[in-house]
């Protein structure tokens, strides 16, 4: 069974900072693709940044300049660092990854940019 343990959400202050962390466990024979979503009330989940391997990150442009993902492939485990926070930012934040050839979601990590 493959599970997906996200960490790192909480409040913070506009312009402040945040590190996601997402481990992947179980039974992991290939990771393609580690990413996140994001979805705030009201709205459809829409991507982030994703990480494929061999391939540059892509972003959403809304994150683009402030948000840099990243690859631990050895703990499999994938990052979002997360600078100059807006309130717009605001959200449940989900961590998805393509492991063994299907998509598995990690539990939503809610991201709160508040003063």
């Known amino acids: 069974q493959v599970q997906l343990v996200e960490s790192g959400g909480g409040l913070v202050q506009p312009g402040g900072s945040l590190r996601l962390s997402c481990a992947a466990s179980?039974?992991?024979?290939?990771?393609?693709?580690m990413g996140w979503y994001r979805q705030a009330p009201g709205l459809q989940r829409e991507l982030v940044a994703i990480?494929?391997?061999?391939?540059?990150?892509n972003y959403a442009d809304s994150v683009k300049g402030r948000f840099t993902i990243s690859r631990d492939n050895a703990k499999n485990t994938v990052y979002l660092q997360m600078n100059s926070l807006k309130p717009e930012d605001t959200a449940v934040y989900y961590c998805?990854?393509?492991?063994?050839?299907?998509?598995?979601w990690g539990q939503g990590t809610q991201v709160t940019v508040s003063s």
């Open positions: 998805n990854a393509h492991i063994n050839g299907r998509p598995y």
């Open positions: 179980g039974n992991i024979f290939s990771i393609n693709t």
């Open positions: 990480a494929i391997n061999g391939r540059m990150p």
